[in-house]
């Protein structure tokens, strides 16, 4: 894995909306260490100010090639060399054609010319521009030619449609620049569970939760950005998935269960963020069911306890369990944190409505020994402080591998 601290990047702005989302990329370079310099097309600079990324980036922003002055600061030869990754970001399809044809006709294709820095690309486009075949055949030519991909991906656009296209989010660029970072989780396996199960009545039918599976989606971020290598196995999200992590769609409490034991092995750190079905149709309706009858019964049977069957596995991860109480919640969270035998237990107060679904939570978290309460806030800042508290416990050598 590379370094930020050592890594000299040039970032290419083309000329798409979505260069308003590369501010916030520069910003998470240079937080990750990176020195940063701005090349902007004319059309990049038509849609953010050079001005904007001096600021963020600290350095001038270049436009122009034929520019006496700039030149004579660090000319364009020059920029090729101290780049040690070049990033274009966003990439548009007028741009990769000009680099598919080697062209140098501004400054910034001119450097991709001149540079032997490997290159990345970050593609933007409208929908039917991404798809057209001259696009896609320049963007395997790229490919063929050594230059990398991040994106695009799909879902809606500025323009109004939806498809395939959008410039992929700041964080995925970044790991697919730095790879899975440096923190206080490096080299450590994490498996997460995430979202709702929803467990068939008839084929369109089902029980289900109000989970959003927001706090699941958080955790699994934070982990990554702790430098972990992370897998969710998630039931049907209400949130987008985190770029970065590897994951495993089971919708049902026992393809949860199944998915989650076929990927358990070697896991240095398992959460179970899942709002599991405890309770099942005994059996799923192969036709839609009729209301025929006045009445109708629908007999539950439980669903194997993924959480506990971790927790009794030897050797085993540091284990973490969620509770949702609606009274008495931590008398209620230090039981099962016993009884299900966890390295620790973070426990949510659903009474009226609150944490389920919601964008904000606060939590009261227990461990053998200790306890600590996050108060009310954003759930991504919730599930960076508790992956930091987690890292530190198993720091301490909370895990629970001799037992
Ligand atoms: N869990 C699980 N598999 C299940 C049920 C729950 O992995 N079949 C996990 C959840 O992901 C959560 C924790 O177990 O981490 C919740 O424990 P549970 O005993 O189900 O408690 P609650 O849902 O809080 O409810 P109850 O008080 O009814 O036990």
Request: proline share 6%; with cysteine; charged share 20%.
């Amino acid at each position: 894995m590379e370094k930020g601290a050592e890594l000299k990047v040039l970032l290419g702005i083309g000329g798409g909306i979505a260069a308003y989302k590369s501010c916030e990329l520069v910003r998470r370079l240079r937080e990750a260490g990176c020195a940063v310099r701005v090349v902007m097309t004319r059309a990049g600079a038509a849609f953010v100010t050079p001005l904007t990324f001096q600021a963020l980036s600290g350095h001038p922003v270049r436009v122009d090639l034929l520019d006496a002055e700039a030149e004579s600061g660090m000319d364009h030869i020059a920029l090729a060399r101290w780049a040690d990754r070049v990033v274009i970001a966003p990439a548009t399809a007028d741009l990769m054609a000009r680099l598919a044809a080697g062209l140098a006709d501004d400054l910034l294709t001119t450097i991709c010319l001149a540079t032997e820095a490997p290159m990345l690309l970050a593609p933007a486009m409208n929908r039917v521009m991404w798809e057209h075949p001259a696009t896609q055949a320049n963007h395997r030519l790229l490919q063929q030619r050594g230059v990398r991909m991040v994106g695009p991906g799909t879902g809606g656009q500025a323009c109004g449609e939806t498809g395939a296209g959008r410039m992929a989010e700041p964080q995925a660029i970044l790991h697919a620049l730095l790879g899975p970072g440096t923190g206080p989780l490096t080299g450590k396996r994490v498996l997460i569970t995430a979202g709702p199960t929803q467990e068939p009545i008839d084929p369109v039918r089902f029980i289900g939760n109000r989970s959003s599976g927001r706090m699941g989606v958080a955790l699994a971020a934070a982990a990554r950005d702790a430098g972990a290598e992370v897998r969710m196995v998630h039931g049907p999200l209400g949130v987008a998935l985190p770029a970065g992590v590897n994951t495993v769609a089971a919708d049902t409490a026992e393809s949860m269960h199944a998915a989650v034991l076929r990927h358990i092995e070697g896991v240095d750190l398992f959460i179970a963020a899942a709002a599991v079905a405890d309770y099942r149709p005994r059996t799923a309706a192969d036709q839609k069911l009729k209301k025929n009858a006045a009445e109708m019964t629908v007999e539950l049977v439980r669903t194997p306890d993924i959480l506990a069957d971790v927790a009794a596995r030897r050797p085993r991860p540091f284990v973490v369990g969620f509770a949702a109480e609606t009274a008495e919640l931590r008398e209620n969270a230090r039981v099962k944190l016993e009884r299900k035998g966890l390295d620790m237990i973070a426990a949510n107060d659903v009474s009226a409505g609150r944490a389920i679904g919601a964008p904000e939570n606060s939590l009261t978290v227990l461990w053998p020994g200790g306890e600590r309460l996050f108060p009310e806030q954003p759930k991504d800042d919730l599930a960076r402080a508790l992956i930091e508290l987690i890292a530190k416990r198993m720091a301490s050598g909370a895990e629970t591998d001799s037992n």
